[in-house]
């Protein structure tokens, strides 16, 4: 295993077309579709960061649906690990709607799906760190923190008090 990784050693790039056993009624990609994509294209991410095939969705943190996708369209999926833990791994999912006559491309959804890299009994196996490189990436990384903190916090795994991240943000000029 590598000593660290960046985001941009886990891209994946999907590019397909909508067909219209794809869509629903008003001929625009089913969401679930959709949300299969994306998960695919974040699996491959995950597997690419820690280095193995077995790799699980742990869950599905957020996902924006902006722009329909109709019918015949060119979807693109990009998809980068945007922080590591201990064996879990936050991957960002932008999608694209690509127009092939101009090369245009408009940003119709994004998703946050969280990957846990596991052993052949399932149990948990330790990933690399991931060191971001772009301003972008940096943000996209200092935020998976504070998502991380509010998930267990709302799932009271932590207890808002050792939630410092969320605090800092909530309460920048508090002092400890």
């Known amino acids: 295993m590598d000593k660290y990784k960046t985001p941009n050693d886990t891209l994946t790039i999907m590019t397909n077309i909508v067909l219209p056993s794809e869509t629903n009624y008003l001929e625009n990609m089913f969401g679930g579709e959709l949300l299969s994509r994306m998960d695919k294209a974040c699996s491959i991410s995950a597997r690419r960061h820690a280095e193995t095939h077995r790799v699980v969705t742990a869950s599905v943190n957020q996902v924006s649906f902006i722009h329909p996708i109709p019918v015949g369209s060119i979807v693109k999926i990009e998809a980068k690990v945007s922080r590591a833990f201990n064996s879990s791994m936050e991957i960002i999912s932008d999608v694209w709607l690509e127009d092939p006559t101009t090369g245009e491309t408009i940003k119709t959804n994004q998703g946050i799906y969280t990957f846990v890299a596991v052993n052949e009994e399932n149990k948990p196996i330790p ?46 000029d508090l002092e400890e």
């Open 127 to 172: 990933v690399p760190p991931i060191i971001p490189q772009s301003v972008e990436e940096h943000e996209r990384y200092d935020a998976a923190l504070r998502r991380k903190q509010l998930s267990l916090v709302v799932a009271r795994r932590m207890s808002p008090d050792d939630a410092t991240e969320l605090k800092a943000l909530f309460y920048p």
